[in-house]
């Protein structure tokens, strides 16, 4: 065995976190199933948890959920910490990046509404207050990879646009991917996990 093959297989299994939306009781089809079982079997610890009152989350105490999860900052040389954030939940990372704090090895943000949309609705409007900056957002995470549909509906003008741009985040743009969502055809999406196994992937459509 090689020097590189021994150390690839000494390095410790991944710890991934998966963090889902707003109404979002993680339906069995949905895509945050998929990969959480695929990364399971490959030895990888998965937490996928049910984050409180999802139909009306209050900021904090979503943010307050976060840092339970996170825990104490990754060790050198520990398991690599992955997050991975949908909608909703990725106005949740950046508010906790603004607020500093968190910190992860690598962290996916697929489809992320606009402050403005969810300014609109009462139920989340309290998420929209975001003022995150860029060093911020690149100092919680190593590797930092936005994602998100060219035709959101819930990110008028798109992700890259709010987000990838103003915040510097290497950014994929799915063309017709909409929310990214069930109702978008996205249940089982075999590029996340590629690039779950692999950051240097690029994350395509299914």
């Not at 040389?77 to 910190?103: D, F, M, Q, T, Y």
């Not at 075999?190 to 950051?199: G, I």
Request: proline residues 9%.
């Amino acid at each position: 065995m090689t020097s590189t093959a021994a150390s690839a297989s000494a390095r410790p299994a991944s710890s991934f976190l998966i963090l889902h939306g707003w109404q979002n009781r993680r339906p069995k089809p949905h895509r945050q199933h998929r990969p959480a079982d695929e990364l399971t079997a490959r030895g990888h610890a998965v937490t996928c948890p049910q984050l409180p009152e999802p139909d009306g989350p209050d900021r904090g105490t979503w943010l307050d959920r976060l840092h339970t999860l996170l825990g104490a900052e990754p060790e050198a040389g520990g398991p690599e910490r992955v997050v991975i954030c949908h909608s909703l939940a990725v106005l949740l990372w950046l508010h906790a990046a603004a607020g500093g704090g968190v910190r992860a090895d690598r962290v996916l943000l697929v489809a992320p509404p606009s402050t403005e949309v969810i300014a609109g609705y009462q139920e989340v409007a309290g998420f929209a207050q975001l003022k995150v900056t860029g060093p911020q957002a690149r100092a919680a995470a190593a590797r930092t990879r936005l994602v998100a549909g060219d035709d959101d509906p819930y990110c008028p003008g798109g992700a890259d646009l709010h987000y990838g741009r103003p915040l510097g985040l290497d950014t994929d743009t799915i063309t017709g991917g909409a929310h990214l969502d069930l109702d978008a055809g996205y249940g089982p999406w075999p590029s996340v996990l590629a690039w779950c196994l692999d950051p240097a992937e690029r994350i395509v459509a299914r």
